[in-house]
Every structure is written in C-alpha cells, then in structure tokens.
C-alpha cells in the first residue's frame, strides 16, 4: 500500500526566508503527485500536480517541486515566504483501491508558519 | 469561478442522533468525494462516486454511515447514531472524471459531537 510522509509537522520560516516542506512515498513510482494546501477553516486546493516526465513543477503562489525518483521525494519550496503563505500543506499520492480505480491518499500535513 | 458547495457549514450534535450533511459539486464533475479529516491530520477519504454509482467506500463506517448521489449530482452524507469519535471536518471534493484530475474541495463541515 502506498503511504505518504511529511517530515515535520511544524515548520516556522521568517518572511522573506526558503520554505522546504519535505514529502517522501513510499512504494513505486506513482503517475502523479499532488500538493494542496489549506487554509484556517477552509478547503484544500490544489498547489500543483506531478505528471510523469517532468521532474521540477511549478505551481501557483511562487511555489514548486522537485521529484526525485532516487530519493523517493517530492519536496515543496519556494524561495521567498510571505506571510500569506501561512498554511497547512498536504502531499498527496494515488493509492490502487480496486480494479482501474484510484484513491489519493494524504500525508498528515505541515502547518508553515512565517514570522514578520 | 464555480465552486463546491456544503451545508451547513457548522454543526454540533448530541451523541446518539442523527446527522446529515449535504454538497453540491461544481456542474459538469461527475466524480465526488466524501472525505473526513481529523483535527492535525489529513484528509481520509470515506465514499467515492461516479456520477451516480459508489465506486469505493471501503473505509466508510457502513453500519452507522452512509451516503447517496441519487441523480448524479448533489450528494448527503449521514451518521446515525453520532459518536463522540466523529467529531472531524467532512469536506466533499469533486473532479472532472476521475482521481487523475483536480479535486476541488468544498469549504467543509465541521462536526462536533457532544
């Protein structure tokens, strides 16, 4: 079964400072990968999507990520926080739940708070 | 810009009673999701449906949950009896097609069970 982990439940960054979420799958090369993000009492949406083939993405926000097929990692960053960036960030990878059908299974998050 | 609809927004419940939630997706999805998230974790997913057929809610507690999509289009998910331990965020998602594309999520309903 596929399981996602995100190292560090609590990242704190400094306005202007490198964000870097870690995210790491587990079983084999996954078709897609996803990181969303949510805000204070709200839904998740979606920050970017890994396609097979590509292995930097770019997303909305100023935010990317980098596959690394070796390392088993899909780690966020952006170079420059700002403070609306203050979030909960989820990766997310495709888990086989039967025949042709697909779940996405979700890390357990990182808070990101950034600090004036 | 469309958007995935819920109600209410808010609810508290007693233990024992019953509860339903409602989720309107965006027009033209004909994949929504039922998804529960616990207070510092991420989404679980409950129930999924193309267009009007269940196609995976193994992770759905069947003997006090349930959920339809009569027509395809807007979606209820009940509890009956409330547990303490359902206390959570329930947030419905829809998408284009299938688990590929973008999910999007509606604002959620969070739950507290007294």
């Known amino acids: 079964a596929q399981s996602v982990t995100q190292l560090g439940s609590h990242v704190s960054v400094s306005e202007g400072a490198l964000v870097l979420l870690r995210c790491n799958y587990s079983?084999?090369?996954?078709?897609?990968l996803f990181w969303y993000v949510q805000y204070p009492n709200q839904g998740l949406q979606l920050l970017l999507k890994?396609?097979?083939?590509?292995?930097l993405v770019k997303g909305i926000n100023g935010f990317e990520a980098e596959f690394k097929k070796s390392e088993t990692s899909f780690h966020l960053t952006k170079p420059s926080a700002h403070m609306s960036d203050a979030a909960e960030y989820f990766c997310?990878?495709?888990?086989?739940?039967?025949?042709?059908?697909?779940?996405?299974?979700f890390g357990k998050g990182t808070l990101l708070t950034v600090n004036p | 810009e469309a958007e995935v609809a819920q109600s209410p927004r808010y609810k508290i419940t007693e233990k024992s009673q019953a509860v339903a939630f409602w989720c309107d997706p965006i027009?033209?999805?004909?994949?929504l999701y039922w998804y529960r998230q616990i207070l510092g974790q991420g989404p679980e997913l409950l129930v999924q449906?193309?267009?009007?057929?269940?196609?995976?809610d193994s992770q759905l507690p069947k003997d006090r949950f349930s959920a339809e999509r009569l027509k395809g289009v807007d979606s209820t998910l009940k509890i009956q009896p409330a547990e303490l331990g359902d206390s959570a965020m329930y947030l419905c998602?829809?998408?284009?097609?299938?688990?590929?594309?973008?999910?999007?999520f509606g604002p959620g309903t969070r739950l507290t069970v007294t």
């Open positions: 449906f193309q267009d009007e057929s269940v196609v995976d």
């Open positions: 998602a829809s998408s284009l097609d299938r688990w590929a594309d973008e999910q999007y």
């Open positions: 027009s033209g999805h004909a994949t």
């Open positions: 079983s084999s090369v996954p078709p897609y």
């Open positions: 890994y396609t097979t083939g590509a292995t």
């Open positions: 997310a990878v495709p888990e086989n739940s039967g025949g042709s059908n697909y779940k996405l299974t």
